[in-house]
């Protein structure tokens, strides 16, 4: 499926500023979380980026169907990373500033569903990890911080298996 997002020119593509290598990447996988990352190699809008965005995602459920998979709504969402320059500075667009949606079939493939769009700040779990794509860590910082408190409520109320025990003293 990765190869047929590649073949279709889909992805992102970089060239390193010093050595003038190319690099390119389609996704992020593990298991069966996926990261679609597209970036057009040329200036089309806003628009021709959300269509080919549409398109990135429509081959990968197809590609997810013909061998038995298929996408879960409630387990999908999607960013638009765009800027705009106010007030004599670049600052991430909103989505208010930049309205589109993406869909997707539902698990039965009978009817569109459009997928949660994020803002770049909101952060959601993905592999035990909050990422937000403007690079904050609050929500991480919250996530390891209440695993924390969880554990020492554990310690001090000597409730811990002995596994834990042993990770503790240790």
């Not at 806003?46 to 081959?59: F, H, R």
């Not at 709504?73 to 500075?89: G, V």
Request: net charge negative; glycine share 8%.
């Amino acid at each position: 499926i990765i190869n047929m997002l590649k073949a279709r020119g889909f992805g992102f593509k970089v060239v390193n500023a010093m050595s003038k290598e190319k690099f390119s990447f389609v996704c992020y996988v593990f298991v069966d979380n996926t990261d679609l990352v597209h970036s057009p190699d040329h200036d089309i809008g806003l628009t021709g980026l959300v269509e080919e965005m549409q398109a990135v995602v429509d081959t990968w459920e197809g590609g997810l169907r013909a061998s038995g998979g298929a996408l879960v709504p409630d387990k999908s969402y999607w960013y638009l990373i765009h800027f705009t320059f106010q007030n004599n500075r670049w600052r991430y667009a909103s989505i208010e500033d930049t309205p589109a949606s993406i869909t997707i079939r539902d698990i039965s493939g009978q009817n569109r569903v459009t997928l949660d769009r994020l803002e770049v700040y909101e952060a959601r779990e993905t592999l035990g990890v909050y990422i937000a794509m403007d690079g904050t860590q609050e929500s991480q910082m919250q996530a390891m911080l209440q695993k924390t408190q969880r554990w020492a409520d554990l310690v001090r109320s000597g409730r811990l298996t002995q596994s834990e025990a042993w990770f503790s003293l240790t």
